[in-house]
């Protein structure tokens, strides 16, 4: 039970709702089979491998987790379109003209209709980490389209989600390429091998540094593109030795990685699978704690609310 992408958000502090209320507001949205009419179904599981007691929250030491399931049949465009083309042709020679667009349009829900109960179908899970005490809210979704698919079944589900993006003092975009011009990343932080800077222009050119030593001699490079007016959109950085991350422009925290540090110690204190899923998710959640307010602190603060 290991995050790997962060999309941040922030509650009241604390967020003044019990888990059983909680837990009572997520059953309005459970999560069912896609109906072989409808191209997508959506709603919370269980977040445990094993569905323990069919709880759809998992809580441990007043940190929460859920899981929000989404099915889709996959029915390419590209197939409705060649059904499409060929009924198109048997008409036009039925009736001696081509199909207007009215037709074409029946024509196409018809077949998408025909089609929708034949086809496969995917599922894929979003993990939700809640921190009632703490106010935070974060989102395991590599975008934030993902991220908004959660906050809306939320919303739709819960009778008050006072749900907040985080913002803070200084963007990621003047910290990062300050911590680029400088050659080494603030306290408690690192940077690590990967880096891309965008020209704010029309044609939008961009340098990408993958897997790239970024030291002395690329730093010199890295301050000769941010002089040229580039900025970063992305820097990897590494936090007190225990999580490895990429910082995006929009304060997003993609490509999480615990070391082996950290996951060993959770081994050591786990027998069977469940313990293990337990000690995994009691060091994630705690390790968030530490590093997040310190990410928060080296942007400057978080940025106060106005009236």
Known sequence: MW??????????????????????????GPFSKCPSNQPMSRGW???????????????????????????????????INEEVAERAAIMEEQQGYAPGRKQLKELRERVT??????????????????????????????????????????????????????????????????????????????????????????????????????GDEVSAEIRAHLAAGKLPTRLALTWNDRIAFVLGEKLEVKRLAFLDLLKEEAEK?????????????????GEFARFLPQLVEVLGGEQPETA
């Open 3 to 28: 995050f790997k992408n962060l999309q941040l958000y922030r509650l009241p502090t604390p967020w003044n709702i019990d888990l059983a209320r909680f837990e009572e507001q997520l059953a309005r």
């Open 269 to 285: 204190n786990a027998e069977r699978a469940d313990e293990q899923f337990d000690a995994d998710f009691a060091l994630m959640t």
């Open 113 to 214: 209709e025909e089609l929708m109960p034949r086809a496969f179908t995917r599922q894929r899970r979003t993990f939700v980490w809640l921190d009632p005490a703490g106010g935070w809210c974060g989102i395991d979704a590599a975008s934030q389209a993902k991220a908004e698919e959660v906050i809306e079944h939320l919303r739709h589900c819960l009778d008050d989600f006072p749900l907040k993006p985080l913002h803070t003092q200084r963007s990621p975009q003047s910290a990062m390429a300050d911590w680029l011009a400088a050659g080494e990343g603030p306290a408690g932080f690192s940077i690590d091998r990967d880096c891309e800077l965008k020209a704010v222009g029309e044609e939008k050119a961009a340098v990408r540094y993958v897997r790239h030593p970024l």
């Open 45 to 79: 599981v269980s977040p445990r491998p094993e569905g323990q007691n069919g709880a759809l929250v998992f809580a441990l030491d007043r940190q929460w987790l859920i899981a929000l399931a989404v099915e889709q049949r996959l029915l390419p465009s590209s197939v």
